[in-house]
């Protein structure tokens, strides 16, 4: 079951997934259009409008959902999911911008992932993904509907809520090697998207210290639109590498075995799977900086040897600390959130270890940290009308 949790929430995707699920439904769309297109009506949930305005789209230095849908018109392969974006070129881009104006945007007070996409040409076709960014659900073509299925990403979310942090710990010890041939593709990908944020001017990462800087970099350069694959978490890029590459380098930096780092960064990623199938996959809170930070937690308290009371305790100290970090839509500044949950992993690392913890009932924080997380899920829940006002504010000095 937990293998099968980890193929749900673990994929490759070029860009924030937000565009990139709006590029899909285009590319689908185009597979059954007939004639040129004459206009583009794109109607989607606030929390995925939230994080797609002010987002760098994949090779270009361009934002907005009018670019993404066009690129994704006139280059975007449906077949290649959320890497839609993979065949970007700068030809491509510039005949995009021209034609961005066939496209309208609009988004309704919906909470969950919701994007309704209509392609018109000499015929009319209608694609719906509903719950995750990959997940096709409806597609109607001139009033014939030719796929409606039940979306089964909610049965998914209960499977991830059914099982236990012990039985994460407990799979962690064997997992089966087909999820270890994607944790090591998890950490290439990951770790270069960083390395290269480095070498990038004008990347927040370069002016930052320590293992937070790694962070920065990789989720700076993402954000800016750089051309890359990222191995997305629970569907999120930014927690991907939020969750993987502090994990990655603590392992470098004590010179554990490629077995035991991989096991750890393993940790990582299905704790943070664990905590957003309870907080949803779109929330008012940011998941890179708050839940994605715990999973890294647990991970590098695995790396040093610590008892499984203490990468519990590991996690419930970064979750009862920086959950009220809000998510106020997909930007480069994500990067320094994402910066503060990693410096927020390390010193509950250094606290767990030491058995100094935040005590039970201070705030919303309980003894057991499964109890923790479910009160997550009503918090975050109370935040709602947060995502709704915020975007009022994207884009506007």
């Given at each position: ?331 480069r500044s994500c990067a320094l959130k994402a910066s503060i949950g990693t410096q927020m992993a390390l010193n509950s690392v250094k606290l767990s270890l030491n058995d100094t913890n935040i005590p039970c009932g201070n705030g919303f924080a ?32």
């Amino acid at each position: 079951m937990i293998r099968n949790v980890f193929f749900d929430n673990v994929k490759l995707s070029y860009g924030c997934t937000e565009p990139v699920a709006v590029g899909l439904s285009v590319a689908v769309g185009k597979d059954y259009l007939k004639g040129e297109l004459e206009r583009l009506e794109i109607v989607m949930d606030r929390n995925t409008y939230k994080n797609g305005l002010e987002v760098g789209i994949p090779g270009t230095h361009l934002h907005g959902f009018e670019i993404a849908a066009m690129l994704a018109y006139l280059v975007g392969d449906s077949k290649l999911g959320l890497e839609v974006f993979k065949n970007v070129t700068t030809e491509m881009i510039s005949k995009a911008y021209e034609m961005k104006d066939k496209v309208t945007v609009k988004y309704e007070n919906d909470m969950r992932l919701h994007i309704k996409t209509k392609l018109v040409g000499e015929n009319e076709v209608i694609v719906e993904i509903t719950d995750s960014h990959d997940n096709v659900t409806r597609i109607v073509v001139d009033g014939d509907e030719i796929l409606n299925v039940q979306s089964s990403v909610n049965f998914k979310k209960e499977t991830a809520r059914s099982i236990t942090l012990n039985e994460i710990f407990d799979y962690v010890q064997n997992p089966e090697e087909d999820v270890l041939e994607i944790v090591r593709q998890a950490i290439q990908y990951n770790v270069e998207i960083s390395r290269i944020g480095l070498d990038t001017q004008g990347n927040f990462g370069r002016i930052l210290e320590g293992i937070p800087r790694y962070v920065a970099a990789g989720v700076d350069q993402r954000m800016s639109g750089a051309l890359l694959p990222v191995m997305t978490v629970a569907g999120s890029g930014n927690q991907g590498i939020s969750c993987i590459v502090p994990v990655a380098v603590v392992a470098d930096e004590l010179g554990v075995s490629q077995d035991k780092k991989e096991k750890a960064i393993l940790l990582s990623i299905l704790v943070t799977i664990y905590i957003k199938a309870y907080t949803g996959m779109l929330t008012p809170i940011c998941g890179a900086g708050s839940i994605a930070s715990a999973g890294a937690a647990a991970g590098i308290v695995y790396l040093k040897d610590g008892t499984v009371e203490q990468i519990k305790n590991s996690i419930n100290n970064v979750l009862a600390t920086l959950f009220g970090m809000t998510c106020d839509g997909a930007k480069r500044s994500c990067a320094l959130k994402a910066s503060i949950g990693t410096q927020m992993a390390l010193n509950s690392v250094k606290l767990s270890l030491n058995d100094t913890n935040i005590p039970c009932g201070n705030g919303f924080a309980a003894k057991d940290v499964e109890e923790t997380i479910r009160r997550l899920e009503l918090l975050t829940n109370s935040l709602r009308n947060f995502d709704e006002d915020v975007i009022n504010f994207i884009g506007h000095c």
